[in-house]
T-cell receptor, first 115, second 113 residues
Framework: QQQVKQSPQSLIVQKGGISIINCAYE??????FPWYQQFPGKGPALLIA?????SEKKEGRFTISFNKSAKQFSLHIMDSQPGDSATYFC??????????????FGTGTQLKVEL | SAVISQKPSRDICQRGTSLTIQCQVD?????MFWYRQQPGQSLTLIAT?????????ESGFVIDKFPISRPNLTFSTLTVSNMSPEDSSIYLC??????????FGSGTRLTVV
């Protein structure tokens, strides 16, 4: 059972535009929501993360918006640049039964920023 | 954040053979995680490895197919056993730096022929 749904699967944005990627989760036990950026041949790298006690977090050109009641969160990339072209994964974190924490990943969005 | 080194970075293997992937971290960590990323797909957690105890496997993954070792707080191995073409994936090691802070290695790209 997929617990984190991500859309769109792919996205093309013009340079300088806003890229928006959406995720929805089901398990209300999740309490940590990171976004990862992955370039070809590399492992995912943490971009930005949010906890459910805030509705928005901004770091540079990257903003997470979080709607706890709707169980949705989104990534906004302002002033998108060709260097932002990568695959983006949302994830949701929750406690493991035996202790520690676990991430469940969305299906990924392939972003291409065109000149 | 922790720095993770994974070996090998890629390999092409014959079906029916086994491959052991190594994950080395530059600091001591309690939990290490192994993920599989099939071509064009998302990341799926295979198992969680704590030092000094048996790994905990996620649904759909079994120890006989993916045995894991965790001999100390900086090292772990994942073996992909009796490989078939369906095992062709990127295998990623991850560690938890702090509460919910996860770092990933660059992955091992495995092709089974």
């Amino acid at each position: 059972q997929q617990q984190v749904k991500q859309s769109p699967q792919s996205l093309i944005v013009q340079k300088g535009g806003i890229s928006i990627i959406n995720c929805a989760y089901e398990n209300t036990a999740f309490d940590y929501f990171p976004w990862y950026q992955q370039f070809p041949g590399k492992g995912p790298a943490l971009l930005i993360a949010i906890r459910p006690d805030v509705s928005e977090k901004k770091e540079g050109r990257f903003t997470i918006s979080f709607n706890k009641s709707a169980k949705q969160f989104s990534l906004h990339i302002m002033d998108s640049q060709p260097g932002d072209s990568a695959t983006y994964f949302c994830a949701a974190g929750g406690r493991l039964t035996g202790g520690g924490n676990k991430l469940t990943f969305g299906t990924g969005t392939q972003l291409k920023v065109e000149l | 954040s922790a720095v993770i080194s994974q070996k090998p970075s890629r390999d092409i293997c014959q079906r029916g053979t086994s491959l052991t992937i190594q994950c080395q971290v530059d600091s001591q960590v309690t939990m290490m995680f192994w993920y599989r990323q099939q071509p064009g797909q998302s990341l799926t957690l295979i198992a969680t490895a704590n030092q000094g105890s048996e790994a905990t496997y996620e649904s759909g993954f079994v120890i006989d197919k993916f045995p894991i070792s965790r001999p100390n707080l900086t090292f772990s191995t994942l073996t992909v056993s009796n490989m078939s073409p369906e095992d062709s994936s990127i295998y990623l090691c991850s560690v938890e730096d702090s509460v919910y802070g996860y770092t990933f290695g660059s992955g091992t790209r495995l092709t089974v022929v």
